[in-house]
């Protein structure tokens, strides 16, 4: 099972202080270091989504993670023609397609793939034409996860949001959901990640979910951090991911 440790946090808190100053050597903390521990850690990937206001991962980091960052590395953005522009100057691995806007966001919140699929083919072509794997950050809804298929994207990465945030029945009504939703994608070819809300804690939950290939996480491994360190917290969920068999 491949982590991808989403990193965003860490700019997030840098913003905090430094958003107008970050020309400065003493703005911190470094989204470099950050990555630099996480690959210490274990980390398999390095994620950071550019949003559209830039209210965390500046360019600049993106620019500098994938010069200096021997991992590979996975960029999340809106589904745009400027953040098109931006990836394919940037070349990552892997792009993740996320919803920013309000419009673009199914009931429960991933990617509206279904309802856009003549706008997304073409960018979800430009992005693979350009060396980059494309990935739909979709609800685990089969509709969405076919509707990924017909546009060409060879990876999906299943929303666990809803799972994360819900206990007892309405957990398992949603792990059924997940289950569905990647039997779906593996029928047609298709490679399945998930992330959001993933934690320790539900990790055992999640394991029901067949075909899954890489977990992306971020908010628990960063607050994790702040009483560990960021290399420590990433290998504790790294050993946690690899102690169970998926
Ligand atoms: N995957 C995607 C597409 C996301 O947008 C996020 C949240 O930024 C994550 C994974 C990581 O979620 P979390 O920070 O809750 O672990």
Known sequence: MHLGVNIDHVATLRQARYATMLHLPNAEPSVLDAARAAMLGGADSITLHVREDRRHMQDDDARAVRREIALPLNLEMGATPAMLDFALSLKPDFVC???????????EGGLDVAARMDELKPLV??????GSRVSMFIDPDV???????????PMVELHTGRFANTQGEERAAETARLVAAATRAHEFGVEVHAGHGIQI????????????????????????AVFIGLSAAVREMKDA????QW
């Open 97 to 107: 397609l996320v919803p920013e806007r309000r419009q673009e966001i199914t009931t």
């Open 125 to 130: 072509a430009a992005l693979m034409g350009n």
């Open 143 to 153: 509709a969405q996860v076919e509707a990924s298929a017909a546009i060409g994207a």
């Open 201 to 224: 804690a539900n990790l055992q939950d999640l394991n029901n979910v067949p075909f899954l290939t890489e977990l992306n996480i971020g908010h628990t491994i960063i607050a994790r």
């Open 241 to 244: 991911v690899s102690a169970l």
